[in-house]
C-alpha cells in the first residue's frame, strides 16, 4: 500500500504549456501508470494541442466547466465528467468557461489496453 498526498505535492511546468502548473502526486510508481497528476485551468488558460501516441491520457473533472477539441470535435467538461483520449488523439483544452479542477492519469498503452 503507498499512500500519497496532494498538500505535499510541489507545482511543476506541464511539459506541452511551461506557463501552466501541475502536481504530479505519483510518477512511475504503478507499472501501467506514467503519472497521476492534478491541475486548476483558471478562464483565459488554454492547453495547447498536442498527441500521445504511446498513451492514453484520461481526465476527471473534480469541478467546473471547460471546452475540449479531441480529434476536432468540440467537447465539455464538467463536474463529475470522464473522459480520456486514445493513443494517437489529437485534444486540446480551448475554453475555460468556469475555473476547473482535473485530476489526470497517463496510462501507458504497452503494458495495458482500456477497453
Known sequence: MKLFSLDETPYEPV???PMLKKRVITRGT???VK???HIILKPGN???EHTHHQE???FYCIR????MTVNGEKITITKGDLMYAEPGDSHAFDEIIEETE???FVIKTSEYTLI
Open 30 to 32: 504503478l507499472p501501467c
Open 15 to 17: 511539459s506541452h504549456d
Open 64 to 67: 467546473g466547466i471547460a471546452i
Open 46 to 48: 488554454t492547453v495547447s
Open 102 to 104: 482535473l485530476l489526470y
Open 56 to 58: 492514453y491520457e484520461v
Open 35 to 37: 503519472h497521476v497528476s
